[in-house]
């Protein structure tokens, strides 16, 4: 009787593999295989430097937004939720700006086939146009800590790798620095060329004073249970939907992003039910504490 393909073990292909894997070949090696086969998602990494490696543990998962709450003490900006978790050692400098510059040099390869490009790859490699949005909270006083946070980023600044709001154009690049916090408003309005943007507040963006849209805020929060207050257990009343649905209209009406943060993390099945119903109202970024969870959702 004839034998089918692979009748008397695996097929060769397996063997072709690890061979190759094993020997280590330049043919499966490339430049921007930092991020090799990760899908960007519309993921904020909440309290980022919470993670056991921040910002890496985010990118292995595709999340696409961090957070730092950074605090200006001895002018230096270090980075933690309180005053108790910061340590000389974790640094926005550290944590953030130093590993960003080696990931986006690892991604912007210089050599005779990239002679002629003009723009700059991102963080991921199977979507080198997704920017990476960086939230910068704020701790200590906004006035006085903005200027060192737009020193801060002066090395991503120069290698024009910061989203840029100059001569009436909105120019993209692979990182959105936005700070919130203690971020004042009238400091980033008062940028020019504007590389730091700001977080609109989501339920007030029809604020008389300021004129909110894209060149000033990417994206608008919110705290989720004061302005929806559904605790995804139950069924969600018409006048919640109806607030759900109104805040994000308009934030997309003045092209600016949606976000709600501090949504139910337990029961779990009360946290899918308001990602769920987030998701499908359209809101643009989904919040997330369990960033393996949301990478799944």
Not at 152 to 165: D, G, K, S, V
Not at 195 to 217: H, I, K, M, R, Y
Not at 281 to 287: C, E, I, K, R, V
């Amino acid at each position: 009787m004839a034998q089918g393909p692979g009748a008397f073990g695996k097929p060769g292909v397996f063997d072709q593999i690890t061979m190759l894997e094993n020997s280590n070949s330049t043919l499966l090696q490339y430049p921007t295989q930092f991020t090799q086969n990760i899908v960007p998602k519309q993921i904020h990494s909440h309290n980022d430097y919470w993670r056991d490696v921040p910002l890496l543990t985010a990118l292995s998962f595709g999340v696409a937004s961090v957070e730092a709450d950074v605090w200006f003490i001895n002018d230096t900006l270090f980075v933690g939720h309180e005053l108790a978790a910061l340590t000389p050692a974790r640094t926005f400098d550290s944590l953030y700006i130093q590993p960003l510059l080696a990931i986006l040099a690892h991604q912007n390869p210089v050599n005779v086939f990239t002679a002629n490009q003009t723009t700059p790859n991102g963080v991921f490699d199977t979507s080198g146009g997704t920017p990476l949005q960086l939230l910068i909270d704020i701790k200590t006083d906004g006035n006085s800590t903005l200027p060192p946070v737009l020193k801060a980023l002066e090395p991503l600044r120069q290698l024009n790798y910061l989203t840029t709001f100059a001569n009436d154009t909105l120019t993209v690049s692979v990182i959105t620095a936005v700070g919130t916090g203690n971020t004042p408003l009238n400091g980033i309005k008062a940028l020019s060329p504007r590389d730091v943007f700001f977080d609109a507040p989501l339920t007030g963006l029809d604020d008389p004073n300021t004129s909110f849209n894209v060149t000033l805020s990417p994206i608008a929060s919110t705290d989720y249970e004061p302005a929806i207050g559904w605790p995804g257990i139950g069924n969600i009343s018409e006048a919640q939907a109806g607030n759900l649905i109104k805040f994000i209209n308009d934030a997309h009406s003045r092209g600016i992003k949606a976000r709600f943060w501090d949504t139910p993390g337990w029961p779990i099945q009360a946290r899918h039910a308001v990602w769920e119903q987030l998701l499908n109202s359209g809101a643009d970024w989904l919040n997330a504490d369990d960033l393996e969870a949301a990478s799944q959702f």
